[in-house]
Each structure stands twice: as structure tokens, then as C-alpha cells.
């Protein structure tokens, strides 16, 4: 009880922290950086359940995303449906791909869970980039399926455009920012209830566990499942920020970058997502100018962080 009213103080005063943001600093490319953070963070923290809370090493989050992305796009494309809607539609295919990816991993283990969930984002990437042939003809010409290597536009938005003028995107900072603190207490209720004490006793002893009830069936898809519907509403707001949705979601370099803000801010913590994701977007800023050394240095600094701070930056006043 007493760390759950911890998680809420902290939860308030970095709500209030990044709320307060675009008032102190009035630049528009400051503002727009942090909703693309609260994006990434909130796939992160998602991510966390499954990779750090069950210890099921995944790499399918960014295929979750770009699914999420991809069918509020074409529903809102096809359909014509407000995109609200369409984001909640985005969300709910998630969470059915993401369960359909636990069931396929449903039998193996560590390495080969990794291999088979990356090697199912990159068919669908490659599925994507070689989409050639017409699926219906617009007034800009023919249009692929999913858009192929131009991705998908003009699929709608949540109508802040209009609203807000050249102010939007500070709309769009607190939409990813209400998205963001959904899917962190979301996150937090379940790490510190049943469903993370099944999670983490199916993480550190599977045996024991089994032996005592605890279905692995159930709970791998259980978490699969729930950590999906955050990632793909992330995912569908992802879309009608960029105002485009391209198979450049689902490179390496943006995968291997969610990863090392999970390992950054603390595998398995609540807000280490969220700490590690503001660390690495700050020190890819300051690497942006540095050409081929900028991989280089986000490679040197998740080395640093998984050799000598395992736990990351949150862990480090853990003693166990």
C-alpha cells in the first residue's frame, strides 16, 4: 500500500512536471520532441511487462506499434471512420496480433522467442516495402494496400488541426502526455497486483510456479494481450501526429533505441521506462551532430548500463 501511494506522488508531480512544459519553454521543435518521447515511453513501458516483468524476451513491441499505426491508418483511410474510432480500432488489432504472437511463442524460450518475434516484424516490413501492386486507384494515383515504401496519408486526424490552428501540436504534446500516464498506471496496477506476482513467479521460477498453479498458457498470453492495447493506441496516435505511416516504424535502429531506454531506466521498474526514455532522447539530441558516432555512443552507453547498472538508473537504490 505504501509504495502504491509512492507510484501516485510520483505519478501527479511528473504529470505536473510535463504538463507545465510547453508553458515554461515556448519552442515549437522542444514540444514536438517530447510528444514523440511520450510515444516511445509508452511503448517502453508496455514492453517492460512483457520482456521485464514476465521475462519473455519479445522484440514483436515494434510490430505491435506499427499494427496499431497501420489499421487506424487504413481504417480511417478505407472507412472513413473519425479517427478517434479508428484509434480505438488500431488498439483492439494490437491486442489481437500481439495474442496471436504469444500463442506462437507459447512453446519456446528465451533466444528463440527473440528470433521468432523479430523475424515475424520483419516479414511484416518486407510484406510492406515490396507491396507493389494497386489496390485502389485515388485521385494521387494508385494506392497500395498498406501504402508500400510511401506509406499511408490523409487518413484523418483527431481534429486538433482545426481546432487549435498553428497551435496544434501542443494539443498533440498532451494527448501523447494522457496516453503516456494511462499506460504507466495501467502499468503499475498490474505489476503491483496479481497479474505481476504470476508474471514474476513464472519469470524467476517457472517450475515452481506451475507446480503451484500458475498457468503459463494463460499468463504468457495474458500479458501479451494486455501490454498490447497501449502500444497500439501509441502506435494509431503515431500516425495522425505524423500525419503519415511508413515501414520505417519497423527498423532495427528504432527497435534496438526502445530497447536501450527499457535497459537505461530499469528492466522491470515502473517508471524506469519512462526515466530511460528521457535519458536516451536527450543524448541522441546531443548526438545528433556527431554523423556515425551517434550509434556508436548509444551502443557504448547500453553496454556501460548492462554491464555495470543492470539494474538502471531507477534500480540503483534497490538492494535487491
Known amino acids: 500500500m505504501k509504495s502504491g501511494w509512492r507510484d501516485l506522488a510520483i505519478g501527479l508531480a511528473t504529470t505536473a512536471a510535463l504538463a507545465a512544459v510547453p508553458f515554461a519553454i515556448d519552442l515549437r521543435y522542444v514540444i514536438t520532441q517530447g510528444t514523440l518521447l511520450f510515444i516511445y515511453a509508452t511503448v517502453v513501458t508496455q514492453w517492460n511487462l512483457v520482456f521485464g516483468v514476465a521475462g519473455i524476451f519479445s522484440l514483436a513491441q515494434m510490430a ?45 524460450r528465451g533466444a528463440y522467442v527473440a528470433l521468432l518475434t523479430l523475424a515475424i516484424a520483419q ?20 494506392q497500395q494496400l498498406m501504402g508500400g515504401t510511401r506509406g499511408l496519408q490523409k487518413f484523418g486526424d483527431l481534429g486538433l488541426r482545426d481546432w487549435l490552428k498553428g497551435d496544434f501540436y501542443i494539443g498533440h504534446y498532451y494527448v501523447a502526455l494522457a496516453i503516456l500516464m494511462l499506460a504507466t498506471a495501467f502499468s503499475a496496477v498490474i505489476i503491483r497486483g496479481p497479474f505481476g506476482l504470476a508474471f514474476k513467479a513464472l519469470r524467476d521460477n517457472p517450475g515452481y510456479a506451475m507446480a503451484r498453479g500458475i498457468s503459463r498458457f494463460k499468463y504468457q498470453l495474458w500479458v501479451f494481450a494486455l501490454a498490447a492495447f497501449f502500444t497500439g493506441l501509441a502506435g494509431s496516435f503515431y500516425a495522425t501526429n505524423a500525419r503519415i505511416v511508413g515501414p520505417t516504424i519497423l527498423t532495427t535502429p528504432l527497435l534496438l533505441l526502445l530497447m536501450a531506454m527499457m535497459v537505461v531506466g530499469g528492466v522491470g521498474t515502473i517508471w524506469g521506462p519512462l526515466v530511460g ?35 538502471g538508473l531507477v534500480g540503483l537504490g534497490r538492494r535487491n
Open 123 to 142: 516479414v511484416i516490413y518486407v510484406y510492406i516495402v515490396t507491396d507493389t501492386e494497386c489496390f485502389v486507384q485515388t485521385d494521387a494515383g494508385c
Open 64 to 108: 505491435i506499434f506499427a499494427v496499431g499505426a497501420y489499421s487506424a491508418a487504413m481504417i480511417g483511410f478505407y472507412w472513413q471512420w473519425p479517427f478517434w474510432q479508428a484509434m480505438l480500432g488500431g488498439a483492439v488489432a494490437a491486442v489481437v496480433f500481439s495474442t496471436l504472437v504469444g500463442l506462437a511463442c507459447l512453446r519456446l
Open 277 to 311: 526514455s528521457i535519458v536516451l532522447i536527450l543524448t541522441d539530441e546531443a548526438l545528433k551532430e556527431a554523423g556515425e558516432w551517434r550509434n556508436v555512443g548509444l551502443g557504448l552507453m547500453l553496454a556501460f548500463f548492462a554491464v555495470a547498472l543492470p539494474r
